[in-house]
């Protein structure tokens, strides 16, 4: 093998990697995403039904957030 094919193997195999690097923050960028539309639309639905209604299914108005995946954050 050359040198001038073992630098190009080599430029390639780090392009490779750095393409698979960006698949890869894409991916989590989209989970990211879809988690945080996710924790919002519990909340949401949450936070608009009565106290009454929190009380029949075993939870509180406080304990909303943390159900819906907001705590700690």
Do not use: K, N, P, W
């Amino acid at each position: 093998m050359s040198t001038h094919s073992a630098l190009m193997g080599s430029r390639i195999g780090v392009m490779t990697q750095f393409a698979a690097s960006v698949t890869d923050g894409v991916a989590a960028v989209g989970s990211f995403l879809a988690t945080r539309a996710e924790r919002a639309r519990v909340y949401r639905e949450l936070s608009a039904l009565s106290d009454r209604d929190l009380t029949d299914i075993g939870i509180t108005r406080d304990e909303i957030a943390r159900i819906a995946g907001y705590a700690g954050d």
